[in-house]
């Protein structure tokens, strides 16, 4: 190899380790840049709240989300939404117990059932992080307040839903987001509290949706082929709806069943305009996530002279959605 040869090569090797050096700095520069505008981001507002949901991509919580974000902007607040993948209790006490670390200055989150919950409410009582719960409460938590819906008073609505639109004996089916959610329990409490004195209306059957389409499919589909004598289904949950229609397309298209759903997802609705619900109980979750932010800045000054701030709950029909688009037009 000549002179010529050798001094070529080392030129492109000093080239090659001038740009990788560059591109090193360069990358470096940036995701420390990234970092340091993320890390900043929360001493940029007034207050650092944590907002912790059930399930992170639930369209359900994303409309809590979007009100609780819409009164954070409002009022200059960092508003830090987490949640597990999938409904899973354990994870979201890991994030409960993770923003009291973070030292936040308050945290939303949706009440769970068991003295762990009311072991880290306690814990972020004792450093002076206020708590809010919201879609589910727990009373016997040290919680400053409760945001969202009458849980048991909305299963009074599906219980009385079914008495004021059916006649004759009713074999229900009863489809329910999950046996250890709060929320689902008094839901399931009010339906039967207001169905006792009429005996012509009887639960045969409750499963478990897990709070998905698929799973109130599945449900829909197990109870129906077990009990082909139901004549009516309830869902509690936001996608049992959904569910039930596909569950009852699947094993029995012709079945003429009075269906009614839970929450006001767009999709609910089209099924109601469709005539294949009979109706949905309608919560109002944006304006739950933008009261508890609002409950939240006010507990940063003094404590409430109230703790419970129960939402809008009320049947939704047919005729509402039609009469609420033709008022739109006029």
Do not use: C
């Given at each position: 190899?000549?002179?010529?040869?050798?001094?070529?090569i080392?030129?492109?090797?000093?080239?090659?380790?001038?740009?990788?050096?560059?591109?090193?700095?360069?990358?470096?520069?940036?995701?420390?840049?990234?970092?340091?505008?993320?890390?900043?981001a929360?001493?940029?507002?007034?207050?650092h709240?944590?907002?912790?949901?059930?399930e992170s991509?639930?369209?359900?919580?994303r409309?809590?989300?979007?009100?609780?974000?819409?009164?954070?902007?409002?009022?200059?607040?960092?508003?830090?939404?987490?949640?597990?993948?999938?409904?899973?209790?354990?994870e979201?006490?890991?994030?409960?117990d993770?923003?009291?670390?973070?030292?936040?200055?308050?945290?939303?989150?949706?009440?769970?059932?068991?003295?762990?919950?009311?072991?880290?409410?306690?814990?972020?009582?004792?450093?002076?992080?206020?708590?809010?719960?919201?879609?589910?409460?727990?009373?016997?938590?040290?919680?400053?307040?409760?945001?969202?819906?009458?849980?048991?008073?909305?299963?009074?609505?599906?219980?009385?839903?079914?008495?004021?639109?059916?006649?004759?004996?009713?074999?229900?089916?009863?489809?329910?987001?999950?046996?250890?959610?709060?929320?689902q329990?008094?839901?399931?409490?009010?339906?039967?509290?207001?169905?006792?004195?009429?005996?012509?209306?009887?639960?045969?059957?409750?499963?478990e949706?897990?709070?998905?389409?698929?799973?109130?499919?599945?449900?829909?589909?197990?109870?129906?082929?077990?009990?082909?004598?139901?004549?009516?289904?309830?869902?509690?949950?936001?996608?049992?709806?959904?569910?039930?229609?596909?569950?009852?397309?699947?094993?029995?298209?012709?079945?003429?069943?009075?269906?009614?759903?839970?929450d006001?997802?767009?999709?609910?609705?089209?099924?109601?305009l469709?005539?294949?619900?009979?109706?949905?109980?309608?919560?109002?979750?944006?304006e739950?996530?933008?009261?508890?932010?609002?409950?939240?800045?006010?507990?940063?000054?003094?404590?409430?002279?109230?703790?419970?701030?129960?939402?809008?709950?009320?049947?939704?029909?047919?005729?509402?959605?039609?009469?609420?688009?033709?008022?739109?037009?006029?």
């Amino acid at each position: 190899m000549n002179l010529t040869s050798k001094s070529l090569i080392y030129l492109i090797g000093v080239i090659l380790f001038l740009i990788s050096f560059i591109g090193m700095i360069y990358f470096g520069y940036k995701t420390f840049y990234i970092e340091a505008e993320n890390n900043m981001a929360p001493q940029e507002y007034t207050y650092h709240f944590a907002l912790i949901a059930e399930e992170s991509a639930n369209d359900y919580w994303r409309l809590i989300e979007q009100g609780a974000k819409e009164a954070a902007k409002e009022h200059d607040i960092y508003l830090e939404y987490v949640a597990p993948q999938k409904a899973d209790n354990d994870e979201m006490l890991k994030l409960l117990d993770r923003m009291i670390s973070a030292q936040v200055d308050g945290i939303i989150t949706q009440g769970i059932e068991g003295d762990r919950f009311i072991d880290i409410v306690h814990k972020a009582t004792e450093r002076g992080i206020p708590v809010v719960t919201v879609d589910t409460d727990i009373k016997s938590s040290e919680r400053k307040a409760y945001v969202g819906t009458d849980n048991f008073y909305a299963g009074q609505l599906l219980g009385n839903a079914i008495i004021d639109h059916t006649s004759g004996e009713q074999y229900v089916g009863v489809v329910t987001g999950r046996f250890d959610a709060v929320n689902q329990q008094e839901r399931l409490e009010g339906l039967k509290d207001v169905i006792k004195d009429h005996p012509r209306i009887q639960i045969v059957s409750i499963k478990e949706s897990n709070i998905t389409e698929v799973g109130a499919t599945q449900a829909t589909y197990s109870m129906l082929k077990e009990y082909p004598s139901i004549t009516a289904l309830v869902g509690t949950s936001a996608l049992d709806g959904f569910g039930m229609v596909e569950g009852l397309r699947e094993i029995a298209p012709n079945k003429d069943l009075y269906m009614v759903a839970f929450d006001v997802l767009p999709e609910t609705l089209q099924l109601i305009l469709q005539e294949r619900i009979d109706g949905t109980i309608s919560q109002a979750p944006k304006e739950m996530g933008y009261s508890s932010v609002e409950v939240m800045l006010d507990l940063q000054t003094g404590d409430l002279l109230k703790n419970e701030f129960f939402t809008e709950t009320k049947l939704i029909q047919k005729h509402d959605l039609e009469a609420e688009e033709n008022g739109v037009r006029r």
